[in-house]
T-cell receptor, first 116, second 115 residues
């Protein structure tokens, strides 16, 4: 089964509007972390935001916020006031457990295009 | 702020050749990860090192090997290159934190093309 599912291969949003990128995850581990990364066309992977499984509040970082619904196993990224520079590929990723492995498991990504 | 440095940024090799990718983590970071991202794919974990010891291994071919040196930089060695090895190779570094809140910061990647 897919550990991380991003069901939106591509999305459009009008500049200055808000957009939500969906991410659902599957794990039986009570301790995990959820991450969002942005990958512009230039290729680099830029860390955006982190949510821990025990965090009581939804994470926020500037215009980025994470709508974390633990019971539904979803961690949707909300980008407010979209800018042209937000056009990129967005990956949701999960790190399970607190063991020796801290590897990230990525979803298939959502390509966001911001229209002027 | 200092970021992860990867070299070279671009590499073109022929089939059956070897390649060495280098990664310089963010200063004071103790963990390095290598990921492979094929065209149109999500990044796949290859291998990681914590305090210069291999800590986890993913879908890394036997033709590949890696190590982390005393100065914490890491190298990914790839031999008998195949066309399918063409990909973007990322190195990421992190600082282990209690409670597992560590964040991996990625380098710009090395784009490898095997002809």
């Amino acid at each position: 089964a897919q550990k991380i599912t991003q069901t939106q291969p591509g999305m459009f949003v009008q500049e200055k509007e808000a957009v939500t990128l969906d991410c659902t995850y599957d794990t039986s581990d009570p301790s995990y972390g959820l991450f969002w990364y942005k990958q512009p066309s230039s290729g680099e992977m830029i860390f955006l935001i982190y949510q821990g499984s025990y965090d009581q509040q939804n994470a926020t970082e500037g215009r980025y916020s994470l709508n974390f619904q633990k019971a539904r196993k979803s961690a949707n990224l909300v980008i407010s006031a979209s800018q042209l520079g937000d056009s990129a590929m967005y990956f949701c990723a999960m790190r399970e457990g607190l063991g020796s492995s801290y590897k990230l498991i990525f979803g298939s990504g959502t390509r966001l295009l911001v229209r002027p | 702020a200092a970021g992860v440095i990867q070299s070279p940024r671009h590499l073109i090799k022929e089939k059956r050749e070897t390649a060495t990718l280098k990664c310089y983590p963010i200063p004071r970071h103790d963990t390095v990860y290598w990921y492979q991202q094929g065209p149109g794919q999500d990044p796949q974990f290859l291998i990681s090192f914590y305090e210069k010891m291999q800590s986890d291994k993913g879908s890394i071919p036997d033709r590949f090997s890696a190590q982390q040196f005393s100065d914490y930089h890491s190298e990914l060695n790839m031999s008998s290159l195949e066309l399918g090895d063409s990909a973007l190779y990322f190195c990421a570094s992190s600082l282990r934190e209690r409670g597992g809140r560590e964040t991996q910061y990625f380098g710009p990647g090395t784009r490898l093309l095997v002809l």
